[in-house]
């Protein structure tokens, strides 16, 4: 038996607010009643201002952020193109994975975990690409295996500087409502997360934001496709109303989760994000740990990947937040098993949760045999939140 919380610092799934969790809590209810847009619409429209679109379409598909992936290509791309990707950590290496199982030809850049997407390298094949063979260019957000955080803008200005025409795919699983996402300014046109993450709700929903460059090539796009066809989501979408059941509950647990986002405003969810991150970050630095991350510009803001003492198993680390201390901290996947813990910090968190976090995993270091000073992580954290104004004071001065 455990005594007290579970404490839950993965990047995902994220601690749903007990007001998400009572909002779900409501009977089943007839998802072709005359009143069931009553839910449904205002959530595509209030799903497009997390997004930051005015003028892409968003679609809630029963699935998870790789369901999500899935829809983008099959409904966009057709078997054979050529599309240009990037390697740099267990989930873009997925999605890559995924890109060639559905018959695209990849170009693959492949950059060392740690690095994030390689501008340059795209601005350079891109600008080679005179006939337009390449039709689409994937961009991993933030990739949740290593804590990078990558420059979408960027990609968008290489893509402009020659004046390509190709699809923009981003993924934004560990990023939207967390980290800026900026789908209409970066010129995004297929942008994919789920629910389980920023919006802080359980798994359940695949959620894409479509631009309207993308819905016209979906009209034309001959990749094989069924469930996940945009065109029979949009037409029943349009009264409220979905092709095939939808999951009611997460859709109520939905509807709060962006009430309480509105209510926190979306910049000062970001910006809390920002000050968790950095007080994570300054707990890590002072236990004299490197991250995964090569660069602080590429720091991610909701997940910090952590490297261990070499003579130190991460996985041991895990095995004690775990089994002794009722915490779960992210593993290293792939090839940083072993060496590599993460600590999330994303979705419903605040400075008390982050210093529990530090503090657990100080203990579970130190068991492990890092030499680490305990304490020292919490107390730089402390020092960095004691200089930030507290959040009452903050959201009053706005
Ligand atoms: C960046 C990123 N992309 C894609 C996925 C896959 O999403 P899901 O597990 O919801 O299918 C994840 C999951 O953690 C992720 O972090």
């Keep these: 038996m455990r005594t007290g919380h579970s404490h839950l610092f993965i990047p995902g799934p994220t601690n749903v607010p007990e007001s ?5 809590n409501v009977p089943m209810q007839d998802m072709r009643a005359p009143d069931f847009g009553d839910l449904t619409l205002g959530l595509f429209t209030d799903l497009k201002t997390v997004f930051r679109t005015r003028t892409g379409r968003v679609m809630l598909f029963p699935g998870s952020g790789t369901g999500a992936w899935e829809a983008a290509i099959t ?35 492949d950059v060392a975990w740690g690095g994030g997407v390689p501008v340059q390298e795209f601005a350079r094949r891109l600008g080679a690409d005179r006939s337009g063979e390449i039709k689409a260019v994937f961009v991993t957000h933030n990739e949740t295996a290593t804590g990078v955080t990558s420059d979408i803008a960027a990609v968008r200005q290489a893509l402009d500087a020659c004046f390509h025409d190709a699809l923009l795919f981003v993924d934004g ?31 359940g929903l695949g959620i894409l934001a479509v631009s309207q460059k993308a819905l016209d090539a979906s009209k034309h796009a001959t990749m094989r496709r069924a469930y996940f066809e945009f065109a029979d989501m949009l037409k029943l979408n349009a009264d409220g109303y979905f092709p095939y059941t939808p999951p009611t509950q997460l859709l109520h647990g939905l509807r709060k989760s962006l009430d309480r986002i509105a209510a926190e405003g979306l910049d000062n969810v970001i910006a809390r994000h920002t000050r968790l991150a950095t007080g994570v970050r300054r707990g890590v630095a002072a236990w004299g740990l490197d991250l ?107």
């Design 20 to 24: 998400v969790r009572q909002a779900m």
């Design 75 to 109: 409904n966009t791309l057709n078997p054979g193109d050529r599309v240009l990707m990037a390697r740099f950590g267990q989930f873009s290496t997925l999605w890559v994975e995924m890109a060639q199982r559905l018959g695209l030809i990849v170009d693959v850049v």
């Design 173 to 203: 699983v560990s990023s939207v409502a967390s980290i800026d996402f900026r789908m209409d300014d970066w010129g995004i046109d297929l942008a994919v997360t789920g629910s389980q993450k920023g919006l802080m709700l359980p798994a």
């Design 292 to 398: 995964v991350a090569e660069h602080p510009s590429l720091y991610s803001d909701t997940v910090t990947a952590v490297r261990v003492p070499t003579d130190v198993d991460a996985r041991e680390v895990l095995r004690i937040a775990y089994q002794d201390y009722n915490a779960s901290f992210g593993s290293g996947l792939a090839q940083l098993a072993g060496k590599v813990f993460r600590i999330g910090h994303l979705g419903d968190m605040n400075e008390g949760m982050c210093l529990t976090a530090l503090s657990i995993a100080e203990m579970a270091l130190m068991r492990a045999g890092a030499a680490i000073q305990l304490g020292s992580g919490v107390g730089a954290a402390q020092g960095w939140f004691l200089d930030q104004a507290p959040a009452q004071a903050r959201l009053a001065a706005e």
